[in-house]
Structure formats: structure tokens, C-alpha cells
């Protein structure tokens, strides 16, 4: 594996860390060969991380792109030190691993060996979290976490004793960059406590995300050659959940969802577009997509043909071209990204995973509960 280094960050401070992101181009063999890759693409292809219940310092440090679901890297915890692969979500704000207690898989996770570390601490907190991918349950723990070269001393984390639903996964837990009222355990999300500790001076991390090498996720700052033009900034709905509102949804200057404005959650841990069914069926016909097992697939020669979705927030059009809606799967078959929202809203609601982040650098600022977005270069 080779991790691409970048340098010369331009930031909002002169504390802020780099984390780049590579392809893995291997993880699908992986998992055929151990017979999980057709339950992994259908179980874990959209959501990932989704919650449905209820709470001058530089570091360079590689990420991988799995299969264009998801971005993971390496974390350590503990003294001396333990690594683990983690997944990146903005939609949850716990970060945990599984524990040398866990009947966990030890061919595809890493557990924590807590009595090796001599920083490390328990508490007698137990409680469960919840995924749209499965759940977890587990006591909290306190130890030393590093990402990079960044430290968060004391860092309070849950330590999975089960979990249901993660088999197979090419990922060892989850790092939540979300507001500290969603998490499950009541810790301090690490990103906090970075901040807390001094580690970083902004409360900003930003994403640019790319389907081959070189995407990254930075951490107290942005660099400008990541993306074009300015960024655009818009407020969030409500502070403590990375959801803006968003006017409407258009195909060919017609609105196609969200016709009187709605919610749009901006989430990393969501591979694909989700939203209600009945709107997301309208954009399946609309595609010319035809169902077959658990996705929407169309012709091989209507990706060349089909327009642009436009998705407009605070004024502003952000064009997402076919190329970007349209995947390809094991087979070389083509399906849509839009995806049926399983959790119910009592308001039209959509979330923007990383099909359409991929279009556009986010940058997350919790200091002034913001989301900015630029054209990705």
C-alpha cells in the first residue's frame, strides 16, 4: 500500500491536521474470497453509520476509500500503542472499538487489549448504540488516542463486549465528528476534546473526497487548492446536527423533491442519496431505473445521456452530473445512488452522502454551526 503525503496546507490557524486518503482496490476480493461480499454490498452498500435512537501542530495520516462506501483510517489507542481501522461519520458522535471481551471476528477486527495499556481506565458505564447497519453494546473507558501526531489525553470511548450486524465490515469501529448531545455514551467526542486539549485552535474539520488518490480529511483548517471559487456558507438548522435546508431538488429546471424546501443532512458515513420512498421512486422512473435485488439499475448507455440532478441550498445550485449518481457494481452493471430513507421523518427530509460530497469540498464548522461548500477540483 502506498499512502500519498501532502503538504503546504493553507488553514484558518496554524493548528490543523492533514489526513489523506487513498483506494483500496482490494477489499472487494478480500471479501469474496471469505464469501461476505454480496452481504456486505447489500447490508452495508447505503448506510453505514445512521443513528435511529438516542448523545504551528501538523499530522499526516493516511485514509483508504472502501469500494466508494466508505473512508476509513488508522487510529491508535493506548500505551504503547494499538492500531485500529476507523470509519469517518458525521452522522454519529461516539468513537469506539471492540475489546478483547468482544466475540467479535478475528479474522476482520482488531480488539483492544486494555490490560497492555498503562494509560489505560475503566468505568462501570454500560449503555448500547444503535446504527442503521447494526448495533453495538459496551462499557466506557478512558485512555490516550492519537490520530497522527495529534494527542487527546484522557480520552473517554466506548469499548464494544457485542455487536450485531458489523461481520465482514473492513473496518475495526466508528470515529462520530458529530455534536456531542448525539452521543450514545455521553463522552466527549475526540474532535472536542482536541479542541478542549489545544491540540487544534479551530473547531473546523473539512472533507474532499475523490473516487481515486488523494482525498483527505483535515482537521482545524482548509486548504484553498482543494477546491474553486469561494466557499458558500450555510447556516445549520438547528446547532448539534450537521442538517441544513435545502429549496428544492431539479432535473431538466424542474422540481423533481423537495418542492417547498426540506431538510438535507450532510453526512460522510452514508455512501449514497437517501429520501422518502414516494419521492424516491418519482426519481427512479424519472432516471429510466429498473429494480433488481436491492438496488436500481438502468442501460449502460443512458449514463452518457442523462442530466445533471441540481440540489439547491441557501439560493445556490450544486449540479451532481450522472457520472457521479451512476455506479458501477461487481459485474459492471450500472445502478442509481438514490437510496429509500428507512427511518421515518414527520418532515420531508434527505441525506447527502458521499455521492454528493465527492462533487464538492464540505467544511464543517462547529465554532459557528456551519456548513461551507465549494466545487471540488
Request: aromatic share 12%; hydrophobic share 40%; charged share 20%.
Amino acid at each position: 500500500m502506498k499512502w500519498l503525503v501532502l503538504l503546504g496546507l493553507v488553514a484558518f490557524s496554524d493548528f490543523r491536521v492533514i489526513i489523506p486518503l487513498t483506494k483500496v482496490k482490494t477489499m472487494r476480493k478480500t471479501l469474496s474470497e471469505k464469501n461476505m461480499l454480496s452481504n456486505f454490498l447489500k447490508e452495508h452498500a447505503y448506510r453505514v453509520s445512521q443513528i435511529s435512537s438516542r448523545g504551528s501542530n501538523r499530522t499526516i495520516h493516511p485514509l483508504r476509500n472502501i469500494m466508494d462506501m466508505l473512508y476509513e483510517g488508522n487510529i491508535t489507542i493506548g500505551t504503547p500503542l494499538q492500531e485500529f481501522q476507523f470509519v469517518f461519520d458525521t452522522g454519529s458522535s461516539d468513537l469506539w472499538v471492540p475489546s478483547i471481551f468482544c466475540p467479535c471476528s478475528v479474522t476482520t477486527h482488531v480488539r483492544f487489549r486494555h490490560l497492555e495499556s498503562s494509560t489505560f481506565w475503566p468505568t462501570q458505564k454500560t449503555f448500547s448504540i444503535t446504527y442503521g447497519s447494526g448495533n453495538m453494546k459496551g462499557f466506557l473507558a478512558y485512555d490516550t488516542v492519537r490520530t497522527g501526531d495529534l494527542v487527546s489525553t484522557d480520552q473517554p470511548f466506548p469499548l464494544s463486549l457485542a455487536e450485531y450486524g458489523f461481520e465482514g465490515i473492513p473496518f475495526d469501529g466508528i470515529l462520530g465528528l458529530n455534536y456531542p448531545r448525539l452521543s450514545f455514551s455521553g463522552a466527549i467526542p475526540i474532535f472536542n476534546n482536541l479542541k478542549n486539549q489545544g491540540a487544534i485552535s479551530e473547531p473546523v474539520f473539512a472533507f474532499y473526497l475523490s473516487k481515486v488518490k488523494g482525498s483527505v480529511v483535515m482537521f482545524g483548517g482548509v486548504d484553498k487548492s482543494y477546491y474553486q471559487g469561494v466557499l458558500d456558507w450555510v447556516p445549520l438548522i438547528e446547532m448539534g446536527d450537521w442538517s441544513v435546508y435545502m429549496d428544492s431538488i431539479s432535473m431538466k429546471r424542474k422540481v423533481i423533491a423537495c418542492s417547498g424546501g426540506c431538510k438535507a443532512l450532510v453526512d460522510i458515513g452514508i455512501s449514497l442519496i437517501l429520501g422518502p420512498r414516494r419521492l424516491f421512486n418519482n426519481i427512479q422512473k424519472l432516471i429510466g431505473a429498473m429494480p433488481r435485488s436491492s438496488k436500481q439499475y438502468i442501460s449502460c448507455f443512458a449514463i452518457n445521456i442523462l442530466p445533471s440532478i441540481i440540489f439547491t441550498i441557501s439560493g445556490i445550485n450544486y449540479p451532481v452530473p450522472a457520472q457521479a449518481y451512476i455506479l458501477k457494481d461487481s459485474r459492471g452493471h450500472l445502478y442509481t445512488t438514490f437510496k429509500e430513507n428507512t427511518v421515518r421523518t414527520s418532515t420531508e427530509t434527505w441525506t447527502l452522502g458521499d455521492v454528493f460530497l465527492r462533487q464538492y469540498f464540505s467544511v464543517f464548522d462547529g465554532g459557528n454551526d456551519r456548513i461551507g461548500l465549494a466545487r471540488a477540483v
